[in-house]
């Protein structure tokens, strides 16, 4: 009886925390409250870590050979924890160099796609009318553009500036996202805050920046979460095909691309690479999936 | 109806203009040209080379006569396989890509609505959270990583299948390339089938099914499967043109005749007419697809129907 009257007044008390929530804090409550966008978050946590601190606690430099060290298996012996590949080059090492390269490539490429496809988006979304569905009839004629056979037509005009390369992916990838904050935005348009801070005479570009961008940004959210890890696949992707990163840099598409030319004699050299990409993939899919269900806005 | 194919079709000239103009300045943009590797070239050897591909003119003027060609229904010489026409690789690729995407598609379709149905019927059960599992391997796990770990198990380790090669399409040389494609696309599709028929299930003409006193299996296989199964052509149709560029990866690690193996070759050889043709094959087929998935849509499901005639 005690015991039933007790969970009530929780109950009671739970709700009354919940009514004070702002909506990124009830999110962020929802979001750690989910064991697997959690794991995702450790998993996460620890390839970052991995990546910018793994080549601390080696003696090996990533661009130095071992000549009478090559392609040997993982060992303790000479600090090789991941053994060496071909050319006599510490695997630890490279893969933690490969990691920034694949990490910082995916984050830059989804905030550039980001900031355009959200700009875009509003705007198009706040505008409305005919400028609307032109802006938007353009984005429909870029989604048919065949975007891999594309993005490697551009690798090939920009030949080695990686950093170019990616910006331009990014410049392709923002089209889903505008399609995202347009829908977003008419919503919110007829809401009354806006209403309302219109007639306070709110010039144009503060309106989008201030009051529509900032309230449809949920979605945004979720699906730059899954953007980075796509946009991570299309690195590790032409770096596979040989016209992503170049050596003596490396990323984690080349060291699979280069294991895979020696998985018969060294298999580690595709397994262990492989691991952290994949790895990677499960983190960010497990934390934009936390994230889809602490902000779809149905689950509350 | 006519009138709603006509439009979309007339929709796709220039869309397509766009995508092959795009294209082709942007190939010619990129450094270096066809005739680079072949070291130390006689100038005029050089010089009547490029005549022969037209490559001497002004690009404007390259631009109106490969558009001309088009037009023709010529899609031009190869510059890097010399004696092959473009079409004649396309049509030695294509089919080696399609058997094999097809093949995959449909082993995905069938196993994906098997199995989010297994899922959606035992919706937070152990089952489903197992489906679940799975489908988000298939999804997180890529096949440049499934593809090289599959050929090390099969290949090198238990030497039960071949490492690589297609042998003429002997069944033996598809399975593990096949395996590769079918993993992502199988976990897409029994997401897609288990979300969509967890919301069928809920409808009142199921209720109503049930409540006439229907078999479940019945009410499952004529009631609720069929509507739930809609959604996914929009998916399915334009994946049958999306298997292409899948296969690209798959095609290069096992060395596979492919449409996807020319387009990266011809791409570092700068052999724009290979690369073009294949460009424009792709978005057509990319394109019609997606008018079929809406035409097929419309059929399927009567409610969109009335949105076609305007």
């Known amino acids: ?300 | 109806m006519t009138r709603f194919i006509f439009k979309r079709l007339l929709v796709m000239i220039p869309t397509l203009l766009v995508i092959v103009t795009l294209s082709f300045f942007l190939m010619r943009a990129a450094p270096g040209g066809p005739f680079d590797a072949d070291a130390q070239l006689e100038p005029e050897v050089l010089e009547n080379l490029r005549a022969a591909y037209d490559l001497d003119k002004p690009v404007l003027q390259q631009f109106g006569l490969f558009l001309a060609g088009i037009l023709r229904g010529d899609l031009g010489p190869s510059i890097g396989y010399a004696d092959y026409s473009v079409a004649e690789l396309i049509a030695i690729g294509l089919p080696v890509s399609l058997q094999l995407g097809l093949t995959a598609l449909a082993i995905a379709a069938v196993l994906g609505i098997l199995l989010g149905t297994i899922a959606a019927l035992n919706r937070n059960r152990p089952l489903d959270y197992a489906i679940g599992t799975l489908a988000m391997t298939g999804i997180a796990v890529p096949t440049l990583i499934t593809a090289p770990v599959l050929t090390l198990l099969f290949g090198v380790m238990f030497k039960l299948l071949p490492v690589g090669g297609w042998g003429d399409g002997d069944w033996r040389h598809m399975i593990l390339p096949v395996t590769a494609l079918v993993l992502p696309q199988l976990a897409v599709i029994a997401r897609l089938a288990r979300g969509s028929l967890l919301e069928v299930l809920s409808q009142p003409w199921v209720r109503t099914a049930r409540a006439s006193g229907l078999p479940e299996w019945r009410v499952i296989l004529r009631h609720a499967l069929p509507p739930a199964l809609i959604p996914l052509v929009s998916y399915l149709a334009p994946a049958v043109a999306g298997i292409m560029t899948g296969s690209i990866v798959i095609e290069q690690i096992f060395g596979l005749p492919g449409v996807g193996r020319y387009f990266v070759n011809g791409a570092l050889a700068r052999d724009y007419p290979l690369v073009m043709g294949i460009v424009i094959v792709y978005a057509a087929a990319v394109l019609i697809m997606n008018l079929v998935a809406d035409l097929l849509y419309g059929v399927l499901d009567p409610r969109t129907r009335r949105r076609m005639t305007t």
Request: hydrophobic fraction near 55%.
């Open chain 1, 1 to 300: 009886m005690s015991g039933e009257a007790a969970t009530r007044d929780q109950l009671v008390m739970a709700a009354a925390a919940v009514r004070g929530e702002s909506l990124w804090r009830a999110a962020a409550r929802r979001f750690m409250a989910n064991r697997s966008a959690v794991f995702g978050l450790f998993l996460l946590v620890l390839v970052v870590g991995f990546s910018l601190f793994a080549p601390l606690l080696s003696p090996h430099d990533m661009e130095e050979t071992y000549w009478e060290r090559i392609q040997i298996g993982p060992t303790f012996e000479n600090a090789h924890w991941f053994g060496t590949d071909a050319n006599g080059r510490d695997l630890f090492v490279r893969i933690a160099a490969g990691g920034r390269i694949s990490l910082a490539i995916g984050l830059i490429t989804a905030l550039t796609s980001l900031l355009i496809g959200v700009v875009y988006g509003a705007i198009a979304g706040y505008v409305g009318g005919r400028i609307d569905e032109w802006m938007m009839r353009i984005v429909d004629v870029l989604y048919a553009l065949p975007l891999i056979f594309f993005i490697i037509i551009l690798v090939t005009v920009f030949g080695r500036n990686i950093l170019l390369v990616f910006l331009a992916i990014g410049c392709i990838e923002w089209l889903t996202i505008a399609r995202i904050v347009r829908g977003q935005t008419i919503a919110v348009k007829e809401t009354e805050y806006i209403e309302a801070a219109r007639s306070l005479g709110v010039p144009f570009s503060r309106m989008v920046l201030r009051h529509v961008v900032p309230n449809v940004l949920g979605p945004v959210v979720v699906f730059s979460t899954l953007l980075i890890p796509t946009v991570i696949l299309v690195e590790s992707f032409l770096s596979f095909l040989g016209l992503g990163v170049q050596e003596p840099s490396t990323s984690w598409g080349l060291l699979i691309s280069q294991g895979t030319a020696t998985l018969d004699t060294a298999p580690w050299l595709l397994l262990i690479p492989a691991g952290f990409l994949a790895a990677t993939m499960f983190a960010f899919n497990f934390i934009g999936d936390g994230l889809r269900d602490a902000l779809d806005p149905k689950s509350r």
